[in-house]
């Protein structure tokens, strides 16, 4: 990899990111590999943005209804970002899992949750 494509792979890793969650919102679940790609790259590329670029990843897996992998993406978000420190995103990431354990179906929740009892 030279120095400069080596620069900008954070921001290709962006807006592939962006092309694919913007596919997902539409209802494209072909959006969901260059998302999971970006992800990836992120890992590698700067690693204290992979907690953000996973929250597109949930945010794209609930809008198309995978409820399941929401939540698995979520939980491996809130894990780097107490890792990371990165106190800020939380609140967010937080809210994010209750919306997904809202909207799964009952057989998918977590034992014991109830909506609007906090989750």
């Not at 072909?30 to 929250?55: E, I, K, R, Y």
């Not at 897996?61 to 809130?78: I, K, S, V």
Request: net charge negative; glycine share 8%; with cysteine.
């Amino acid at each position: 990899m030279t120095r400069d494509s080596h620069d900008l792979a954070l921001w290709q890793a962006v807006g592939a990111l962006l092309q694919g969650w913007c596919r997902t919102q539409e209802g494209d679940a072909g959006g969901l590999q260059p998302v999971a790609q970006a992800v990836a790259a992120s890992a590698v590329v700067q690693p204290s943005v992979q907690p953000t670029f996973l929250s597109f990843l949930a945010e794209a897996q609930l809008r198309l209804g995978l409820h399941a992998q929401a939540l698995a993406t979520l939980e491996e978000a809130l894990a780097l970002a107490r890792e990371r420190q990165a106190d800020y995103l939380l609140p967010e990431l937080q809210a994010m899992r209750a919306q997904v354990l809202r909207a799964a179906p009952a057989e998918a929740r977590a034992p014991g949750f109830r909506p609007g009892c906090g989750a």
